[in-house]
T-cell receptor, first 114, second 114 residues
Framework: AQSVTQPDIHITVSEGASLELRCNYS??????LFWYVQSPGQGLQLLLK??????LVQGIKGFEAEFKRSQSSFNLRKPSVHWSDAAEYFC????????????FGSGTKLNVKP | EAGVTQFPSHSVIEKGQTVTLRCDPI?????LYWYRRVMGKEIKFLLH????????ESGMPNNRFLAERTGGTYSTLKVQPAELEDSGVYFC????????????FGPGTRLTVL
């Protein structure tokens, strides 16, 4: 069965520090993977997605993620965090008809210290 | 271009009452999805419309939930009668009718059942 695990519920980093948010998935075929971000009062915004090709994916706002099939992981990274990055981050895998049924992790809340 | 909109943003009702949530997708998007997030848990898929037809309703919790999408435009999700465990945030998303397309999410409706 498809599932996504985000092991870190809360993470706090200092502004300017590097960030890595973990995501592990379970899916029988080639996964279609996403990272979304939700700021307070906003909908989920797509940061980046992966289906095939280069395993290092660049997204918006300076984020990148690396797909590692051997580890069933799709970790999100940013070299230098800004205060505006404080939000909740969701990893998801697309499955089902046209990969349109998304399975989400439980989210990671990021706090940024000044 | 207007994004996905949801109404109301918040709803507080008593157990046993009926509530109807509305979602207006991005114009021209044939695919419309409903998801739900119960407090602190993962965002879970409820169902998927392609135009006015239900493509996948495997995530609907029980027959107290009824989703419609008349005319293939906006959608409603009715909960009747509401139970305490229905509390959570209900997200709507839409996408174009092609493979691997990004789902655009609305801000969600926070439902509280007392």
């Amino acid at each position: 069965a498809q599932s996504v695990t985000q092991p870190d519920i809360h993470i706090t980093v200092s502004e300017g520090a590097s960030l890595e948010l973990r995501c592990n998935y379970s899916y029988g075929a080639t996964p279609y993977l996403f990272w979304y971000v939700q700021s307070p009062g906003q909908g989920l915004q797509l940061l980046l997605k992966y289906f095939s090709g280069d395993t290092l994916v660049q997204g918006i706002k300076g984020f990148e993620a690396e797909f590692k099939r051997s580890q069933s992981s799709f970790n999100l990274r940013k070299p230098s965090v800004h205060w505006s990055d404080a939000a909740e981050y969701f990893c998801a895998v697309g499955a089902g008809y046209n990969f349109n049924k998304f399975y989400f992790g439980s989210g990671t809340k990021l706090n940024v210290k000044p | 271009e207007a994004g996905v909109t949801q109404f109301p943003s918040h709803s507080v009702i008593e157990k046993g009452q009926t509530v109807t949530l509305r979602c207006d997708p991005i114009s021209g998007h044939d695919n419309l999805y409903w998801y739900r997030r119960v407090m602190g848990k993962e965002i879970k898929f409820l169902l998927h419309f392609v135009k006015e037809s239900k493509q996948d309703e495997s995530g609907m919790p029980n027959n107290r939930f009824l989703a419609e999408r008349t005319g293939g435009t906006y959608s409603t999700l009715k909960v009747q009668p509401a139970e305490l465990e229905d509390s959570g945030v209900y997200f709507c998303a839409s996408s174009q009718e092609t493979l691997y397309n990004e789902q655009f999410f609305g801000p969600g409706t926070r439902l509280t059942v007392l």
